[in-house]
Protein backbone atom coordinates (compact mmCIF):
# COMPACT_ATOMS: atom_id res chain seq x y z
CA UNK A 1 0.00 0.00 0.00
CA UNK A 2 1.55 3.27 -1.08
CA UNK A 3 1.32 6.80 0.32
CA UNK A 4 1.22 6.26 4.08
CA UNK A 5 2.70 9.08 6.01
CA UNK A 6 5.06 9.44 9.08
CA UNK A 7 5.40 12.14 12.04
CA UNK A 8 8.36 13.84 12.65
CA UNK A 9 8.29 16.83 14.33
CA UNK A 10 4.59 17.39 14.24
CA UNK A 11 5.01 17.28 10.21
CA UNK A 12 3.48 14.71 8.30
CA UNK A 13 6.14 13.43 6.13
CA UNK A 14 5.59 11.18 2.78
CA UNK A 15 6.43 7.59 2.82
CA UNK A 16 6.07 4.51 1.01
CA UNK A 17 5.31 0.86 2.54
CA UNK A 18 2.39 -1.26 3.60
CA UNK A 19 -0.02 -1.54 6.11
CA UNK A 20 2.25 -3.42 8.87
CA UNK A 21 5.18 -1.40 8.56
CA UNK A 22 2.75 1.68 8.96
CA UNK A 23 1.58 -0.02 12.26
CA UNK A 24 5.01 -0.63 13.04
CA UNK A 25 6.10 2.80 12.60
CA UNK A 26 2.75 3.72 15.03
CA UNK A 27 4.26 1.68 17.93
CA UNK A 28 7.43 3.41 17.45
CA UNK A 29 5.96 6.28 17.35
CA UNK A 30 3.97 5.72 20.92
CA UNK A 31 6.91 4.42 22.68
CA UNK A 32 9.20 7.17 21.29
CA UNK A 33 5.97 9.84 22.76
CA UNK A 34 5.88 8.02 25.78
CA UNK A 35 9.94 8.10 26.35
CA UNK A 36 10.01 11.82 25.74
CA UNK A 37 7.75 12.44 27.75
CA UNK A 38 8.87 10.46 30.82
CA UNK A 39 12.16 12.03 30.04
CA UNK A 40 10.86 15.47 29.16
CA UNK A 41 8.99 15.61 32.16
CA UNK A 42 12.05 14.77 34.77
CA UNK A 43 13.85 17.54 32.63
CA UNK A 44 11.24 20.12 33.33
CA UNK A 45 10.91 18.88 36.72
CA UNK A 46 14.86 19.51 37.23
CA UNK A 47 14.74 22.78 36.11
CA UNK A 48 11.81 23.56 37.86
CA UNK A 49 13.22 22.68 40.89
CA UNK A 50 16.54 24.64 40.50
CA UNK A 51 14.23 27.48 38.94
CA UNK A 52 12.30 27.13 42.39
CA UNK A 53 15.54 27.46 44.40
CA UNK A 54 16.85 30.35 42.41
CA UNK A 55 13.06 32.19 42.73
CA UNK A 56 13.40 31.61 46.33
CA UNK A 57 16.85 32.54 46.91
CA UNK A 58 16.38 35.86 44.81
CA UNK A 59 13.15 36.80 46.44
CA UNK A 60 14.95 36.14 50.39
CA UNK A 61 17.93 38.38 48.80
CA UNK A 62 15.85 41.23 47.20
CA UNK A 63 13.19 41.49 50.05
CA UNK A 64 16.00 42.33 51.97
CA UNK A 65 17.45 45.19 50.00
CA UNK A 66 14.69 46.67 48.83
CA UNK A 67 11.34 48.09 50.60
CA UNK A 68 7.81 47.17 50.12
CA UNK A 69 7.31 50.11 48.22
CA UNK A 70 9.79 48.93 45.48
CA UNK A 71 7.86 46.21 44.62
CA UNK A 72 4.80 47.76 44.29
CA UNK A 73 5.84 50.42 42.42
CA UNK A 74 6.97 47.95 39.71
CA UNK A 75 3.82 45.78 40.86
CA UNK A 76 1.52 48.45 39.85
CA UNK A 77 3.35 48.54 36.24
CA UNK A 78 2.78 44.92 35.75
CA UNK A 79 -0.42 44.21 37.12
CA UNK A 80 -2.35 46.85 35.14
CA UNK A 81 -0.41 46.29 31.89
CA UNK A 82 0.44 42.45 32.25
CA UNK A 83 -2.69 41.94 30.38
CA UNK A 84 -0.80 42.59 27.41
CA UNK A 85 1.80 39.70 27.91
CA UNK A 86 -1.05 37.82 27.01
CA UNK A 87 -1.63 38.79 23.30
CA UNK A 88 2.24 38.70 22.85
CA UNK A 89 1.98 35.59 20.90
CA UNK A 90 -2.16 35.67 20.40
CA UNK A 91 -2.42 32.12 21.61
CA UNK A 92 -0.51 30.86 18.37
CA UNK A 93 2.96 28.87 20.14
CA UNK A 94 -0.21 26.64 21.65
CA UNK A 95 -1.95 26.52 18.08
CA UNK A 96 1.41 25.16 16.65
CA UNK A 97 1.95 22.53 19.79
CA UNK A 98 -1.44 21.30 19.60
CA UNK A 99 -2.12 20.59 16.08
CA UNK A 100 -1.80 17.18 14.64
CA UNK A 101 0.26 18.39 11.59
CA UNK A 102 1.62 21.82 10.65
CA UNK A 103 3.96 23.56 7.75
CA UNK A 104 7.11 25.50 7.75
CA UNK A 105 5.26 28.02 5.72
CA UNK A 106 2.21 28.12 8.53
CA UNK A 107 4.88 28.29 11.38
CA UNK A 108 6.85 31.55 9.76
CA UNK A 109 4.01 33.10 8.89
CA UNK A 110 2.95 32.62 12.54
CA UNK A 111 6.65 34.20 13.52
CA UNK A 112 5.53 36.94 11.62
CA UNK A 113 2.47 37.18 13.00
CA UNK A 114 4.33 37.29 16.37
CA UNK A 115 6.76 39.54 15.86
CA UNK A 116 3.66 42.68 14.31
CA UNK A 117 1.74 41.57 17.79
CA UNK A 118 4.60 41.99 19.47
CA UNK A 119 5.79 45.46 18.13
CA UNK A 120 2.00 46.80 18.37
CA UNK A 121 1.84 45.92 21.94
CA UNK A 122 5.20 47.27 22.41
CA UNK A 123 4.26 51.17 21.02
CA UNK A 124 0.67 50.83 22.63
CA UNK A 125 2.50 50.48 26.15
CA UNK A 126 4.93 53.51 25.28
CA UNK A 127 2.47 55.52 24.66
CA UNK A 128 0.47 54.45 27.62
CA UNK A 129 3.48 55.50 29.81
CA UNK A 130 1.61 59.17 30.84
CA UNK A 131 -1.70 57.64 31.36
CA UNK A 132 -0.25 55.08 34.06
CA UNK A 133 2.22 57.62 35.77
CA UNK A 134 -1.37 59.54 36.15
CA UNK A 135 -3.62 57.11 37.11
CA UNK A 136 -1.22 55.70 40.69
CA UNK A 137 -0.06 59.59 41.11
CA UNK A 138 3.68 58.07 40.63
CA UNK A 139 5.74 60.10 38.21
CA UNK A 140 8.55 57.43 38.75
CA UNK A 141 6.10 55.07 36.65
CA UNK A 142 6.70 56.59 33.50
CA UNK A 143 10.09 55.80 32.89
CA UNK A 144 9.19 51.72 34.09
CA UNK A 145 6.69 51.59 32.20
CA UNK A 146 8.54 52.65 28.88
CA UNK A 147 11.30 50.44 29.60
CA UNK A 148 8.75 47.55 30.38
CA UNK A 149 7.53 47.92 27.10
CA UNK A 150 10.57 46.18 24.92
CA UNK A 151 10.15 43.02 27.25
CA UNK A 152 6.80 42.13 24.61
CA UNK A 153 8.90 42.22 21.62
CA UNK A 154 11.47 40.40 22.62
CA UNK A 155 8.76 37.27 23.84
CA UNK A 156 7.34 37.72 19.88
CA UNK A 157 10.30 37.17 18.27
CA UNK A 158 10.62 33.56 20.20
CA UNK A 159 7.77 32.16 20.76
CA UNK A 160 7.20 29.97 17.67
CA UNK A 161 10.60 28.67 17.88
CA UNK A 162 9.68 27.65 22.04
CA UNK A 163 6.59 26.25 20.20
CA UNK A 164 8.92 24.37 17.57
CA UNK A 165 10.91 22.86 20.61
CA UNK A 166 7.93 21.80 22.19
CA UNK A 167 6.79 19.82 19.15
CA UNK A 168 9.55 18.35 18.85
CA UNK A 169 9.12 17.03 22.71
CA UNK A 170 13.08 18.44 23.38
CA UNK A 171 11.85 19.50 26.95
CA UNK A 172 15.45 18.90 28.43
CA UNK A 173 16.90 21.77 25.94
CA UNK A 174 13.77 23.82 27.08
CA UNK A 175 14.40 23.08 30.42
CA UNK A 176 18.27 24.02 30.12
CA UNK A 177 17.51 27.31 28.24
CA UNK A 178 14.98 28.36 31.66
CA UNK A 179 17.72 27.98 33.80
CA UNK A 180 19.87 29.60 31.51
CA UNK A 181 18.43 32.68 31.44
CA UNK A 182 16.86 32.72 35.02
CA UNK A 183 20.10 32.45 36.27
CA UNK A 184 21.64 35.51 34.11
CA UNK A 185 18.44 37.86 35.04
CA UNK A 186 18.75 36.85 38.66
CA UNK A 187 22.56 37.85 38.90
CA UNK A 188 21.79 40.92 37.25
CA UNK A 189 18.79 42.22 39.31
CA UNK A 190 20.45 40.74 42.64
CA UNK A 191 23.42 42.75 41.28
CA UNK A 192 21.92 46.18 40.65
CA UNK A 193 19.99 45.77 43.76
CA UNK A 194 23.08 45.49 46.00
CA UNK A 195 24.12 48.58 44.20
CA UNK A 196 21.60 50.31 45.22
CA UNK A 197 19.34 50.82 42.23
CA UNK A 198 16.17 50.35 43.94
CA UNK A 199 13.05 49.24 41.80
CA UNK A 200 15.27 49.06 38.82
CA UNK A 201 16.95 46.30 39.68
CA UNK A 202 13.21 44.52 39.11
CA UNK A 203 12.21 46.28 36.48
CA UNK A 204 16.06 44.90 34.52
CA UNK A 205 15.27 41.29 35.72
CA UNK A 206 12.18 41.52 33.75
CA UNK A 207 13.51 42.51 30.76
CA UNK A 208 16.53 40.49 30.55
CA UNK A 209 14.70 37.26 30.96
CA UNK A 210 12.36 37.25 27.83
CA UNK A 211 15.50 39.11 25.91
CA UNK A 212 18.27 35.94 27.15
CA UNK A 213 15.36 33.44 26.68
CA UNK A 214 14.40 33.96 23.14
CA UNK A 215 18.39 34.20 22.25
CA UNK A 216 19.02 30.91 23.37
CA UNK A 217 15.83 29.28 21.45
CA UNK A 218 16.98 31.20 18.39
CA UNK A 219 20.87 29.11 18.66
CA UNK A 220 18.91 25.98 20.19
CA UNK A 221 15.99 25.20 17.66
CA UNK A 222 18.00 26.32 14.88
CA UNK A 223 15.23 27.17 13.00
CA UNK A 224 15.04 30.77 10.42
CA UNK A 225 11.73 31.12 9.70
CA UNK A 226 11.02 31.83 5.78
CA UNK A 227 8.98 35.00 4.46
CA UNK A 228 5.31 34.99 5.25
CA UNK A 229 2.65 33.79 3.20
CA UNK A 230 -1.25 34.22 2.92
CA UNK A 231 -2.50 31.49 1.65
CA UNK A 232 -1.05 28.81 3.61
CA UNK A 233 -4.60 27.15 5.75
CA UNK A 234 -3.52 29.48 8.93
CA UNK A 235 -7.72 29.99 9.64
CA UNK A 236 -7.88 27.20 12.14
CA UNK A 237 -4.93 27.86 13.43
CA UNK A 238 -5.62 31.73 14.05
CA UNK A 239 -8.99 30.59 15.72
CA UNK A 240 -7.71 27.98 17.83
CA UNK A 241 -5.16 30.79 18.97
CA UNK A 242 -7.05 33.34 19.15
CA UNK A 243 -9.68 31.69 21.36
CA UNK A 244 -7.16 30.60 23.91
CA UNK A 245 -5.80 34.56 23.94
CA UNK A 246 -9.57 35.78 24.64
CA UNK A 247 -9.65 32.87 27.48
CA UNK A 248 -6.28 33.97 28.94
CA UNK A 249 -7.21 37.50 28.75
CA UNK A 250 -10.42 37.16 30.57
CA UNK A 251 -8.36 34.23 33.28
CA UNK A 252 -5.98 37.73 33.91
CA UNK A 253 -8.26 39.98 34.88
CA UNK A 254 -9.69 37.32 37.09
CA UNK A 255 -6.71 36.56 38.44
CA UNK A 256 -5.13 39.71 38.76
CA UNK A 257 -7.54 43.09 38.85
CA UNK A 258 -7.01 43.11 42.87
CA UNK A 259 -3.85 44.45 42.48
CA UNK A 260 -5.55 46.98 40.30
CA UNK A 261 -7.58 47.93 43.35
CA UNK A 262 -5.17 47.68 45.77
CA UNK A 263 -2.78 49.73 43.98
CA UNK A 264 -5.31 52.41 43.27
CA UNK A 265 -6.85 52.61 46.99
CA UNK A 266 -4.25 51.19 49.34
CA UNK A 267 -1.08 52.38 47.70
CA UNK A 268 2.14 51.09 46.66
CA UNK A 269 3.18 49.57 50.18
CA UNK A 270 -0.24 47.89 50.52
CA UNK A 271 0.56 46.34 47.45
CA UNK A 272 4.27 45.53 48.25
CA UNK A 273 2.96 43.62 51.04
CA UNK A 274 0.19 41.50 49.17
CA UNK A 275 2.30 41.08 46.26
CA UNK A 276 5.32 39.43 47.83
CA UNK A 277 2.68 36.75 49.59
CA UNK A 278 0.85 36.24 46.09
CA UNK A 279 4.26 35.86 44.23
CA UNK A 280 5.74 33.07 47.03
CA UNK A 281 1.98 31.54 46.80
CA UNK A 282 2.52 30.57 43.35
CA UNK A 283 6.21 30.19 42.66
CA UNK A 284 5.20 26.61 43.81
CA UNK A 285 1.79 26.85 41.45
CA UNK A 286 3.88 28.54 38.50
CA UNK A 287 6.77 26.06 38.85
CA UNK A 288 4.63 22.80 38.71
CA UNK A 289 2.72 24.40 35.97
CA UNK A 290 5.71 25.16 33.92
CA UNK A 291 7.61 21.84 34.77
CA UNK A 292 4.16 18.92 34.18
CA UNK A 293 2.11 21.37 32.06
CA UNK A 294 4.18 22.23 28.74
CA UNK A 295 5.13 17.92 28.47
CA UNK A 296 1.57 17.25 29.42
CA UNK A 297 -0.17 19.89 26.95
CA UNK A 298 1.94 18.21 24.35
CA UNK A 299 1.75 14.76 25.31
CA UNK A 300 -1.79 14.70 25.20
CA UNK A 301 -2.12 16.76 21.81
CA UNK A 302 -0.57 14.23 20.17
CA UNK A 303 -2.49 11.16 21.40
CA UNK A 304 -5.71 13.24 21.82
CA UNK A 305 -7.45 10.64 19.27
CA UNK A 306 -6.24 8.14 21.07
CA UNK A 307 -9.39 7.97 24.40
CA UNK A 308 -7.53 5.15 26.66
CA UNK A 309 -4.42 6.77 26.43
CA UNK A 310 -5.48 10.24 26.83
CA UNK A 311 -7.05 9.44 30.14
CA UNK A 312 -4.50 7.36 31.15
CA UNK A 313 -1.67 10.15 30.63
CA UNK A 314 -4.34 12.40 32.10
CA UNK A 315 -4.42 11.23 35.50
CA UNK A 316 -1.14 10.15 36.10
CA UNK A 317 -0.20 13.34 35.29
CA UNK A 318 -3.08 14.95 37.56
CA UNK A 319 -1.55 12.60 40.41
CA UNK A 320 1.84 13.97 40.11
CA UNK A 321 1.04 17.02 40.37
CA UNK A 322 -1.68 17.07 43.15
CA UNK A 323 1.16 14.72 45.08
CA UNK A 324 3.77 17.61 45.46
CA UNK A 325 0.91 20.24 45.85
CA UNK A 326 -0.65 19.02 48.89
CA UNK A 327 1.62 19.09 51.44
CA UNK A 328 2.67 22.04 49.97
CA UNK A 329 -0.17 23.84 50.48
CA UNK A 330 -0.46 22.40 54.69
CA UNK A 331 3.03 23.91 54.82
CA UNK A 332 1.67 27.79 53.83
CA UNK A 333 -1.72 26.72 55.99
CA UNK A 334 0.47 25.67 59.30
CA UNK A 335 3.89 27.17 58.95
CA UNK A 336 2.86 30.71 57.29
CA UNK A 337 4.48 32.97 60.38
CA UNK A 338 7.72 31.24 59.92
CA UNK A 339 8.17 30.81 56.08
CA UNK A 340 7.60 34.64 55.97
CA UNK A 341 10.22 35.18 58.75
CA UNK A 342 12.44 33.03 56.64
CA UNK A 343 12.05 33.71 53.12
CA UNK A 344 11.76 37.40 53.54
CA UNK A 345 12.92 38.84 56.78
CA UNK A 346 10.95 40.85 59.63
CA UNK A 347 10.11 44.04 57.85
CA UNK A 348 7.77 41.87 55.87
CA UNK A 349 5.86 40.02 59.06
CA UNK A 350 2.26 41.99 57.71
CA UNK A 351 2.64 39.16 54.81
CA UNK A 352 2.46 36.27 56.94
CA UNK A 353 -1.19 36.59 57.65
CA UNK A 354 -1.68 37.63 53.89
CA UNK A 355 -0.09 34.80 52.90
CA UNK A 356 -1.60 32.37 55.18
CA UNK A 357 -5.13 33.42 53.58
CA UNK A 358 -4.12 32.52 50.09
CA UNK A 359 -2.80 28.80 51.02
CA UNK A 360 -5.99 27.13 49.47
CA UNK A 361 -5.70 28.71 46.33
CA UNK A 362 -1.96 26.39 45.74
CA UNK A 363 -4.69 23.65 46.23
CA UNK A 364 -7.25 24.76 43.75
CA UNK A 365 -5.22 25.71 41.04
CA UNK A 366 -3.43 22.45 41.72
CA UNK A 367 -7.11 20.59 40.59
CA UNK A 368 -8.15 23.03 37.90
CA UNK A 369 -5.22 23.85 36.22
CA UNK A 370 -4.53 20.34 35.02
CA UNK A 371 -7.97 19.91 33.39
CA UNK A 372 -6.89 23.34 31.18
CA UNK A 373 -4.13 21.13 30.28
CA UNK A 374 -6.59 17.96 28.55
CA UNK A 375 -9.56 20.48 27.61
CA UNK A 376 -7.17 22.73 25.16
CA UNK A 377 -5.59 19.48 24.31
CA UNK A 378 -8.67 18.25 22.90
CA UNK A 379 -9.24 21.94 20.80
CA UNK A 380 -12.40 22.46 23.28
CA UNK A 381 -11.70 26.29 23.66
CA UNK A 382 -15.22 27.27 23.28
CA UNK A 383 -16.29 25.59 26.53
CA UNK A 384 -13.20 26.73 28.18
CA UNK A 385 -14.41 30.71 26.91
CA UNK A 386 -17.78 30.00 28.70
CA UNK A 387 -16.55 28.68 31.71
CA UNK A 388 -14.51 31.82 32.12
CA UNK A 389 -17.18 34.16 31.47
CA UNK A 390 -18.99 32.81 34.35
CA UNK A 391 -15.84 31.92 36.47
CA UNK A 392 -14.43 35.88 35.80
CA UNK A 393 -16.99 37.92 37.38
CA UNK A 394 -17.93 36.07 40.51
CA UNK A 395 -13.99 36.23 41.35
CA UNK A 396 -14.07 39.91 40.33
CA UNK A 397 -17.14 40.16 43.09
CA UNK A 398 -15.37 38.82 45.90
CA UNK A 399 -12.29 41.18 45.09
CA UNK A 400 -14.62 44.27 45.21
CA UNK A 401 -16.28 42.38 48.91
CA UNK A 402 -13.18 42.75 50.36
CA UNK A 403 -11.42 45.22 49.18
CA UNK A 404 -12.89 47.76 52.04
CA UNK A 405 -10.91 45.50 54.49
CA UNK A 406 -7.77 45.91 52.92
CA UNK A 407 -5.42 43.02 51.84
CA UNK A 408 -6.40 41.05 54.13
CA UNK A 409 -9.73 41.27 52.88
CA UNK A 410 -8.97 41.06 49.15
CA UNK A 411 -7.09 37.86 50.12
CA UNK A 412 -9.57 36.13 52.04
CA UNK A 413 -12.29 37.10 49.48
CA UNK A 414 -10.63 35.22 47.08
CA UNK A 415 -9.46 32.24 48.15
CA UNK A 416 -13.03 31.56 49.62
CA UNK A 417 -14.56 32.32 45.95
CA UNK A 418 -11.65 29.79 44.41
CA UNK A 419 -12.76 26.85 47.09
CA UNK A 420 -16.34 27.25 46.20
CA UNK A 421 -15.60 27.46 42.34
CA UNK A 422 -13.66 24.48 41.76
CA UNK A 423 -16.12 21.08 42.27
CA UNK A 424 -18.51 22.95 39.57
CA UNK A 425 -15.34 24.26 37.71
CA UNK A 426 -14.23 20.82 37.40
CA UNK A 427 -17.69 18.90 36.73
CA UNK A 428 -18.19 21.60 34.12
CA UNK A 429 -14.96 21.25 32.26
CA UNK A 430 -14.44 17.74 32.15
CA UNK A 431 -18.47 16.84 31.10
CA UNK A 432 -18.41 14.68 28.10
CA UNK A 433 -15.03 14.01 28.16
CA UNK A 434 -12.80 10.57 28.85
CA UNK A 435 -12.12 11.41 32.22
CA UNK A 436 -14.56 11.67 34.82
CA UNK A 437 -16.34 13.88 37.85
CA UNK A 438 -15.49 10.34 39.81
CA UNK A 439 -11.84 9.87 38.01
CA UNK A 440 -10.91 12.95 39.63
CA UNK A 441 -12.30 12.18 43.45
CA UNK A 442 -9.94 8.89 42.99
CA UNK A 443 -6.92 10.51 42.50
CA UNK A 444 -7.24 13.30 44.79
CA UNK A 445 -9.07 11.61 47.77
CA UNK A 446 -5.70 9.36 48.18
CA UNK A 447 -3.69 12.40 48.90
CA UNK A 448 -6.08 14.11 50.37
CA UNK A 449 -6.39 12.32 53.44
CA UNK A 450 -2.43 11.47 53.60
CA UNK A 451 -1.54 15.23 53.65
CA UNK A 452 -4.91 15.62 56.57
CA UNK A 453 -3.08 13.00 58.95
CA UNK A 454 0.24 14.11 58.26
CA UNK A 455 -0.56 18.20 58.69
CA UNK A 456 -2.46 16.85 61.82
CA UNK A 457 0.96 15.16 63.55
CA UNK A 458 2.86 18.09 62.38
CA UNK A 459 0.94 20.88 63.90
CA UNK A 460 0.71 18.45 67.28
CA UNK A 461 4.51 18.56 66.98
CA UNK A 462 5.07 22.03 66.60
CA UNK A 463 2.52 22.55 69.20
CA UNK A 464 4.14 20.72 71.97
CA UNK A 465 7.70 21.08 71.60
CA UNK A 466 8.60 23.88 69.07
CA UNK A 467 6.71 27.13 70.27
CA UNK A 468 10.24 27.76 72.21
CA UNK A 469 12.19 27.70 69.25
CA UNK A 470 13.43 30.19 66.94
CA UNK A 471 11.53 30.28 63.29
CA UNK A 472 14.23 28.87 61.22
CA UNK A 473 14.82 25.46 63.38
CA UNK A 474 11.21 25.40 64.40
CA UNK A 475 10.31 25.17 60.15
CA UNK A 476 12.91 22.23 60.03
CA UNK A 477 11.43 20.17 62.32
CA UNK A 478 7.07 21.09 61.51
CA UNK A 479 8.53 20.82 57.89
CA UNK A 480 10.66 17.17 58.66
CA UNK A 481 7.29 15.73 60.32
CA UNK A 482 4.81 17.14 57.82
CA UNK A 483 6.74 15.45 54.57
CA UNK A 484 7.88 12.07 56.17
CA UNK A 485 4.90 11.27 57.86
CA UNK A 486 2.96 12.37 53.97
CA UNK A 487 4.87 10.09 52.23
CA UNK A 488 4.51 7.21 54.54
CA UNK A 489 0.68 7.62 54.53
CA UNK A 490 0.77 8.05 50.69
CA UNK A 491 2.88 5.26 49.88
CA UNK A 492 1.79 2.40 52.32
CA UNK A 493 -1.11 2.90 54.08
CA UNK A 494 -3.01 4.46 50.80
CA UNK A 495 -1.38 1.99 49.03
CA UNK A 496 0.29 4.18 46.06
CA UNK A 497 3.92 2.94 46.16
CA UNK A 498 3.78 1.17 43.23
CA UNK A 499 2.64 3.82 41.12
CA UNK A 500 5.28 5.83 42.24
CA UNK A 501 7.79 3.52 42.05
CA UNK A 502 6.37 2.46 38.61
CA UNK A 503 6.68 6.40 37.73
CA UNK A 504 10.23 6.22 39.07
CA UNK A 505 11.44 3.45 36.88
CA UNK A 506 10.20 5.32 33.88
CA UNK A 507 11.85 8.13 34.44
CA UNK A 508 15.06 6.11 34.47
CA UNK A 509 14.63 3.32 31.80
CA UNK A 510 16.06 5.17 28.48
CA UNK A 511 13.81 3.01 26.16
CA UNK A 512 10.38 1.77 27.45
CA UNK A 513 8.81 -1.39 25.79
CA UNK A 514 5.67 -0.18 23.53
CA UNK A 515 3.50 -2.67 25.18
CA UNK A 516 4.14 -1.46 28.55
CA UNK A 517 1.79 1.01 30.50
CA UNK A 518 3.00 2.43 34.26
CA UNK A 519 0.87 1.39 36.55
CA UNK A 520 -2.69 2.42 36.58
CA UNK A 521 -4.26 5.45 38.94
CA UNK A 522 -6.63 3.42 40.86
Known amino acids: MQCSKRLRGGVLLPQTGNLSNERGHLTIAMKDLKERAIRGGVAKVCAQGAGFVLRVGSLMVLARLLDPKDFGMVGMVTALTGIFSLFRDFGLSAAT ?48 TLVLASSFLFNAVGVQHSALLQRQMRFTALATIDIISLTISTVLGVSMAWLGFGYWALV ?85 NSAVGEVAFAALSRVQNDANRLRNYFLKGYSFVLALTIPITIAVALFAPDLIAVLLGPKWKDAAVIFRLLAPTILVFALINP ?4 IFALGMIRRSLRVAMVFAPLIIASYVMGLRYGPKGVALAYSSAMVLWVVPHIAWCLHGTVVSLGDIATVVS ?39 SYVGMLLYVMGQKRVYVDLFRGMTKRELDGAEELAPVS
Open 204 to 288: ATAVTLPFVTTLCLWLTSGWIPSKPRIAVGLHSLMRFGGGLTLNSIIAYVAYNFEKVLLGRFWGADALGIYGRAYQLINIPTDNL
Open 371 to 374: IGWL
Open 97 to 144: VQRVSVTDEQISTLFWINVLVGGILAVILATMAPLVARFYHEPHLFRV
Open 446 to 484: RPFLSGLVAGGLAFGVQSAWCLSLSPLPRLLVGGTVLLV
